[in-house]
């Protein structure tokens, strides 16, 4: 078995993964759910949303870091805010998986991390307190020093030092020991895939062995509803919240804002093998482009989605034809689902589309981890065989007008090849392929 490709760069594999979702917080008990086509959408008790024109949001429920942790290494992570804490059950999912606890003589040195987390939640009753305190209504103006006064006395330190995007990066590395490169990805919705693409790349030039990779976050507080419904992105729907996220649908109204983490084990063929490693899948390829048009919409003409699809296929050294599913973005809104649908069949050239789905339509979007969680969901569709399906797609839209496996998981017999999209805003694309090991 050769451990490199055929331009002399090592092979990437998956040895493990870990994952804290609205559908649960197991790799196996998550993977059925969504084969059941269950929904993680409910009614927003995060904070209350009684007024806002979105009412309902995908939770993390129940979750504790004692499931993943012993007492002792959760002590040192009591700070944590809320999306690190999930990024640190992931990550210790993935860490065992993949036989690390267990592995004696890892080289630290050789083991980096690379995450796409986002910013975590503000304490918004201090904020706002020290706001509405220091407004003088007269001058029209900020007092600084009355919100200074108030914020010193409302805010404490460690909350807000632990909402800054890289401090989840930090607790991954004092929980791994990992002291190779450390990097954070803030591409927006196409984060997850970008730090899964970088990783792999520092990985084929031998810049190290194992990369810890993935992403975590959580905008599910006032400040991040408010922003994506001024954007007038987020779905309004006024029925059952579990049929809100309707990718593909033509009665789709936009997207819903879910929470969460995944973490992958990236590492080489060649390391992997060497340490009787579990082997999932195998990473083949990475695209990324920009569609350098407008922040908030996408290029009319998909250029920026089509390049980063044939780029990844491209890399992978694999025509479109290999390609057995493709996990799409799928968000919800019009512009995307149509744009993204427009973006496939022109890569595919007139040939056979593969199936599609989007399992936002059951965890709502995770933003910057959307591409990690999704990719989870590819490799075990590799290993099982199985398409996880595209749920309340009821009325077909005749711009988007492929097969979405709608309603209900399929089977997929002689999966070998998938391919998952993840577009941002600021019009960020990036495509990764992964393949059954072979």
């Not at 109204?253 to 990236?266: D, K, P, R």
């Not at 919800?332 to 744009?339: A, F, L, P, Y």
């Not at 591409?371 to 590799?382: H, R, S």
């Not at 997929?412 to 019009?427: D, E, R, Y």
Request: a negative charge; aromatic letters at 6%.
């Amino acid at each position: 078995m050769t451990t490199r490709d055929q331009s002399g760069q090592h092979r990437i594999v998956v040895t493990g993964m870990g994952w804290v979702t609205p559908l649960g917080h197991t790799i196996e008990g998550v993977w059925q759910r969504l084969l059941a086509g269950d929904s993680g959408v409910g009614r927003t008790t995060l904070f209350d949303a009684t007024t806002f024109p979105t009412t309902f949001s995908a939770e993390v429920r129940g979750y504790e870091l004692s499931a993943d942790l012993p007492a002792s290494r959760v002590a040192g992570h009591k700070d944590a805010g809320r999306s690190t804490v999930f990024a640190l059950g992931a990550c210790a999912q993935a860490w065992t998986a993949a036989g690390l606890d267990r592995h004696v003589g890892l080289d630290l040195d050789r083991v980096g991390l690379y995450l796409s987390a986002g910013d975590g939640s503000l304490d918004f009753d201090a904020f706002t307190a020290a706001c509405l305190s220091s407004w003088n209504e007269d001058e029209n103006s900020v007092d600084l020093e009355q919100w200074t006064r108030v914020a010193e006395s409302r805010m404490q330190a460690i909350t807000e030092l632990e909402q800054e995007p890289h401090l989840a990066l930090t607790h991954l590395a004092l929980l791994t020991g990992a002291r190779g490169p450390a990097l954070n990805s803030m591409t927006a919705c196409a984060a997850g895939a970008q730090a899964i693409g970088e990783a792999t790349a520092l990985l084929r030039r031998g810049d190290v062995d194992i990369m810890v990779s993935g992403g975590t976050h959580s905008m599910i507080h006032p400040l991040g509803i408010t922003g994506f419904n001024r954007l007038t992105a987020m779905s309004e729907f006024k029925g059952d919240p579990r049929h809100a996220s309707r990718p593909f649908d033509a009665e789709r109204s936009g997207f819903v804002l879910g929470e969460g983490a995944g973490i992958v084990i990236l590492e080489t063929l060649e390391h992997a093998l060497a340490r009787g490693a579990p082997i999932l899948a195998e990473m083949l390829g990475y695209g990324s482009t920009a569609d350098a048009y407008r922040i908030t919409d996408q290029h009319p003409q998909s250029v920026g989605m089509i390049g980063a699809m044939r780029a990844a296929l491209a890399d992978a050294n694999l025509p479109p034809s290999a390609v057995g599913y493709v996990n799409a973005h799928g968000t919800g809104t019009r512009e995307n689902d149509s744009h993204e649908t427009l973006a496939i069949k022109t890569v595919f050239d007139g040939g056979p589309v593969p199936p599609v789905s989007s399992i936002k339509s059951m965890l709502g979007h995770f933003i910057t981890a959307a591409g990690a969680v999704e990719f989870i969901a590819c490799v075990l569709a590799l290993r099982d065989g199985m398409l996880p399906p595209t749920i309340n797609l009821d009325t077909p839209d005749p711009a988007c007008d492929l097969d979405y496996v709608p309603l209900r998981a399929r089977a997929a017999p002689g999966l070998n090849v998938v391919l998952s999209n993840n577009i941002g805003f600021g019009g960020q694309n990036d495509t990764l392929v992964l393949g059954r090991f072979i």
